[in-house]
């Protein structure tokens, strides 16, 4: 907080000449104190320090972005602080004014070494650090090597590392992150203290957000918060990129700026929770011509059926455990009517009515994600569970069977559904069985109205794009799609740090724009039929695809140059060049840059590296 770079800017800043910084920097933890939903790791360490029983290796693993190099380095700075008066020693609490604080805040302490394994993977690299290991600290009390990443290393390269470790000098400590620990060599971590950062909660995630926005002096609705916590996926950084998005979107930041859970969940594609409890509600019910009838309202609003169909399934989730531990799921941070409306009906339904329900919707989620046209099938998925509301469940049937022994009353099967019940609640308690098996009839209303529906909007459903699985493939879509704005944006200035179906993260060239994100979440949300999450992250990330190129095209040229028969046709025409070479099939000569090493290509020069 104290160092100048990264205490908060003055409220309002934001919206004048500053350039606007990303929340993820500008909130990156400087103290244990700051840390959100460590709290396990902050005691051990606090404790570690205060009896001087610290280790010589830590290794800190967990999920993408919860916080291990921002960990690392704090505890870099609590090894070597040594108070505001330049007398004090180790301290889980660092100053954050005294040198070794403010140099190691700005990345330029001499001790402290930080190394990125996804781009360093061979032994001569760590070679370079264990040479440094003998000599005693410049400035510092320990010499802190942070290595981020570090399964990608080669296994000479722990072999290397690993003698040092074995009888590490007094002055150096290791701290090792790393999202994959079973890479990590088991006699490297025997000789680690070991911390499983943990995914943090989506309450402590939206406790933390409304913190920030109240320094922000933006305006969150509660609800909104919770619904970025939630996509979130445990990750503070994450988190912090989408409200940047969110705030971006609304506007700016700035007095006027308020952001409401509707501008949230069109953003991130998410559909209005009613609208779900209601189509959840008529559905089990065993209302399928008003189901219906929502659905369509939903679908005209642009609402993914894929996402429908999840969120369905996440309630129906919701009211098992409400069922269960009512106390422990419908707390106060669930909104108040989604708490009341999902005690209600956690009271009504019977678990084994919401077993089934949640079975049949499962089964609807491959169908939807096989069919051509997803709305259609979601459609008969609802349509199979409002009549199946008026069906017994199997332990009805079990019991109905006990009660009238082999009277010969035939089950109901799934070929004769049975009508739905006239209007409403039959279905809510356990209905109790008909006395008699009701006859097959065809089926009524909703049968018809669904006919038209199926075939409506042929551009709407148009074939689903396939969901690209690596950047390249995704940027071009843009370019497919007739987006050119947003391709050029992405092909010339996004740097990959991560890309996998779904989850899109990439560091933005300066003057990107600050809805690039979010447009890019929405479009690749539309075309393909599933919910994806981009983030701006601070990781350096990969070359941006046009350099990759350009790159490529300057190793082709300079590799022509070198063939005789282009060096006689320059030769005979002297002033020609080269501006471009085509040799359909050849290898990306680009890869032969690459050092040796034993580690297939990084796949995700990822991670917790913030700016
Ligand atoms: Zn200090």
């Not at 099938?377 to 009660?403: F, K, N, Q, S």
Request: proline letters at 9%; glycine letters at 8%.
């Amino acid at each position: 907080m104290t160092s100048p770079d990264l205490s908060p800017d003055p409220p309002g800043a934001t919206t004048g000449q500053t350039p606007y910084r990303v929340l993820a920097r500008k909130y990156r933890p400087t103290t244990f104190a700051d840390m959100v939903g460590q709290e396990a790791l902050v005691r051990t360490l606090t404790n570690a320090i205060a009896n001087g029983r610290l280790a010589h290796a830590f290794v800190l693993t967990g999920v993408r972005g919860v916080g291990k190099t921002t960990s690392a380095r704090i505890m870099a700075r609590a090894l070597n602080c040594v108070g505001p008066d330049g007398t004090g020693g180790p301290t889980a609490t660092p100053c954050g004014v005294c040198d070794n604080c403010r140099s190691i805040a700005d990345d330029r302490h001499v001790d402290v070494l930080e190394m990125d394994a996804a781009s360093h993977t061979g032994v001569d690299d760590i070679r370079e650090i264990i040479d440094g290991v003998r000599y005693t600290p410049v400035m510092g009390r320990y010499k802190v090597y942070i290595i981020d990443e570090v399964h990608m290393l080669s296994r000479n390269a722990f072999n290397a590392l690993l003698k040092t470790l074995e009888e590490p000098p007094p002055h150096v400590i290791f701290i090792f992150a790393t999202t994959e620990i079973r890479k990590v060599p088991v006699t490297v971590l025997s000789r680690c203290q070991r911390f499983d950062l943990r995914r943090i909660d989506a309450d402590v995630l939206a406790k933390h957000f409304a913190g920030i926005v109240e320094q922000e002096q933006v305006a969150v609705e509660p609800e909104a918060l919770a619904l970025i916590a939630q996509a979130a996926d445990g990750s503070a950084r994450d988190g912090l990129s989408l409200l940047d998005q969110a705030i971006a979107l609304s506007g700016m930041a700035g007095a006027d700026a308020r952001i409401t859970a509707e501008q949230v969940r069109g953003m991130l594609g998410l559909v209005d929770r009613s609208r779900v409890i209601d189509l959840f509600e008529t559905t089990v019910r065993g209302r399928p011509a008003d189901a219906l009838k929502i659905l369509d309202d939903m679908h005209r609003d642009g609402a993914d059926p894929l996402v429908v169909l999840q969120d369905l399934m996440q309630f129906t989730n919701f009211l098992a455990r409400a069922k269960v531990v009512p106390d422990m799921v419908l707390g106060p941070e669930v909104p108040e009517a989604e708490r009341k409306r999902g005690q209600a009906l956690a009271e009504q339904l019977g678990q084994p009515v919401l077993a089934r329900c949640w079975q049949m919707l499962l089964k609807g989620l491959g169908e939807l994600q096989a069919a051509p046209v997803p709305q259609a099938a979601l459609e008969m998925v609802l349509l199979r569970i409002a009549y199946a509301a008026g069906l017994p469940t199997p332990d009805e049937l079990l019991r109905t069977a006990g009660a009238e022994g082999a009277s010969g009353r035939a089950p109901p099967v799934a070929g004769a559904p049975s009508p739905p019940p006239a209007a409403g609640s039959a279905a809510l308690t356990p209905p109790p069985p008909r006395a008699e098996a009701a006859p097959p009839r065809p089926l009524p209303g909703p049968a018809a109205q669904l006919k038209p529906q199926a075939v409506a909007d042929p551009a709407d459903d148009a074939p689903q794009t396939p969901v690209p699985t690596d950047f390249r493939a995704l940027v071009e879509l843009f370019a497919a799609r007739k987006e050119m704005d947003i391709y050029g944006h992405l092909y010339a200035g996004a740097h990959e740090v991560r890309c996998e179906p779904g989850r899109l993260e990439v560091r933005l060239r300066d003057g990107s724009p600050r809805t690039l994100a979010s447009d890019v979440m929405r479009l690749l949300g539309d075309w393909t039929g599933r919910r994806w999450v981009v983030t701006v992250s601070g990781a350096v990330g990969e070359p941006t695809l046009q350099e990759q190129d350009r790159a490529e095209t300057d190793q082709a040229i300079a590799d022509a140059r070198q063939d005789p028969l282009v060096r006689s046709l320059l030769e005979a025409f002297p002033g020609a060049e080269i501006t471009d070479v085509r040799r359909p099939g050849d290898p990306d000569p680009a890869s032969e840059t690459d050092e040796t090493d034993l580690i297939p290509d990084p796949e995700g020069a990822d991670e917790d590296e913030d700016l």
